[in-house]
């Protein structure tokens, strides 16, 4: 396990805007490395790797997206773009890539969900991946944080130091 320290980016529906660290929308409809019922933030490296990991090779009808930066101090994460890390960890790297919504739509568990379970279950905080979008370059990452908070040890904190991001539904008028 290590530390992250940086930035990452998430794309927020605007309707979603007034709550940035809510993971419930991943907890509701679970993900590639979150089962249903699991909050889970999904963010990427880079700006660019946050909207292709959004528009998931439909670009030509992007729909609009709040983009946010946060500052992340976490401990407990896993890098498994490390090849030395997933072999450490019995981990091939084409279960993360896997062709996770097939199987979890027809009531399975997929290679991906089953590894996140396990990492949860070790109580680590998150993992960084590679990008599987549709013709993202090798060197596209995404941070998968499982347990946050706006202070460390497991800070993933959102920047609007102007306060410009809504409070709630009340604050679009």
Not at 88 to 117: H, K
Request: proline fraction near 7%.
């Amino acid at each position: 396990m290590a530390r992250f320290q940086g930035l990452v980016f998430r794309a927020l529906e605007p309707v979603f805007s007034s709550s940035p660290h809510s993971g419930e929308g991943a907890k509701k409809c679970g993900g590639r490395f979150n089962p249903i019922g699991v909050a889970a933030l999904y963010t990427s490296l880079t700006e660019g790797g946050v909207l292709a990991e959004h528009n998931q090779g439909f670009s030509h009808r992007p729909q609009p997206k709040t983009i946010c930066a946060y500052d992340v101090d976490c401990e407990d994460i896993i890098d498994l773009t490390s090849s030395k890390e997933r072999s450490r960890l019995g981990i091939e790297l084409d279960d993360l890539s896997c062709g996770w919504e097939l199987t979890a739509c027809t009531g399975g568990i997929p290679p991906s969900g089953d590894i996140a379970t396990k990492l949860i279950k070790d109580s680590i905080a998150g993992i960084i991946v590679p990008s599987f979008a549709i013709n993202a370059s090798p060197s596209r990452k995404n941070v998968v944080f499982w347990k946050w908070s706006t202070k460390p040890p497991h800070q993933v904190k959102i920047i609007d130091d102007s306060g410009r991001l809504p409070h709630n539904q009340n604050s679009w008028s």
